[in-house]
């Protein structure tokens, strides 16, 4: 199965998570009128009995194509959040929250420029899909412990996703 890239919007990726952008969002002047401020733009999530956050870099390589699609991992204790560090596109692969995930409803998205994602705790994801070297800030639950389920895919489901 080869998956199709789509364009990800506020409503079409509801059911995985937020879309964080700047869009359609109002904004206030801050600091003298030097800064446009945008708040609240996502809800961070952290479930558990720790429930501190913890903000990362993530230094990612850019991915060869065609990508296999072999694994999906969640975080049953925490949203995780993607926000680049510059302007760069990317894409997420998903598929709707479930005990194991329904390899019939993986979805893929690319990300815009200047617009991050967060995925619901518990959502199926891929891995970090970079289209080119570049860094990401993230944040999720601080004690990860016990915050990483991964489904491995059985030898004969083939899923592969093309970039161009």
Not at 14 to 28: A, H, P, V, Y
Request: glycine share 2%; aromatic share 12%; net charge negative.
């Amino acid at each position: 199965m080869n998956l199709i890239i789509k364009e990800i919007n506020k409503e079409n990726f509801s059911k995985f998570g937020q879309l964080i952008s700047t869009r359609d969002i109002k904004s206030e002047n801050i600091n003298k009128e030097t800064t446009k401020s945008f708040y609240d733009l996502v809800n961070i999530e952290i479930l558990g009995d720790d429930n501190q956050c913890r903000v990362n870099i993530f230094k990612s390589q850019k991915r060869i194509f065609p990508l296999h699609i072999n694994m999906l991992e969640n975080h049953p204790f925490s949203s995780q959040t993607f926000i680049p560090l510059q302007k760069t596109t990317f894409i997420v692969v998903v598929a709707p929250i479930s005990k194991i995930p329904d390899l019939n409803s993986i979805e893929a998205f690319k990300i815009p420029i200047e617009e991050g994602i967060n995925f619901f705790p518990k959502v199926w994801h891929f891995p970090l899909i970079a289209i080119e070297d570049s860094n990401f800030l993230t944040i999720d639950k601080k004690n990860s412990k016990n915050n990483l389920e991964i489904y491995n895919f059985k030898n004969n489901d083939e899923i592969f996703l093309n970039y161009e």
